[in-house]
Nanobody, 124 residues
């Protein structure tokens, strides 16, 4: 079982940057794919990015490709989401999640463990 806790959210101006972190505790982190999802008010939770268990492949939603970068440190049991060129439409609660299959799917239902989320607000 994994416990996940996100940090690093806050207020950023359009065009600015934020770096989200996700700290994992428990077993099977290094064999799990890790993903970031987000949910804006009144909208469904949506896929942002995922990284497979080894860190060798990353996948992104079209809306963030070229602006966001996902990475992981298996020794520290950490996952990161570097967010650059932020837009107001990036405003949402951001969730870190773990996929025990290790393969990194895009559907929330494929993820077994979730953090409580961290708020990101992009506004001038």
């Amino acid at each position: 079982q994994l416990q996940l806790v996100e940090s690093g959210g806050g207020l950023a101006q359009p065009g600015g940057s934020l770096r989200l972190s996700c700290a994992a505790s428990g077993h099977s982190f290094s064999s799990s794919a890790m993903g970031w999802f987000r949910q804006a008010p009144g909208k469904e939770r949506e896929f942002v990015a995922t990284i497979i268990f080894s860190g060798g492949n990353q996948y992104y939603a079209d809306s963030v490709k070229g602006r966001f970068t996902i990475s992981r440190d298996n020794d520290k049991k950490m996952v990161y989401l570097q967010m650059n060129s932020l837009k107001p439409e990036d405003t949402a609660i951001y969730y870190c999640a773990a996929d025990s299959s290790g393969l990194g799917y895009r559907r929330p239902r494929d993820y077994d463990y979730w953090g409580p989320g961290t708020q990101v607000t992009v506004s001038s």
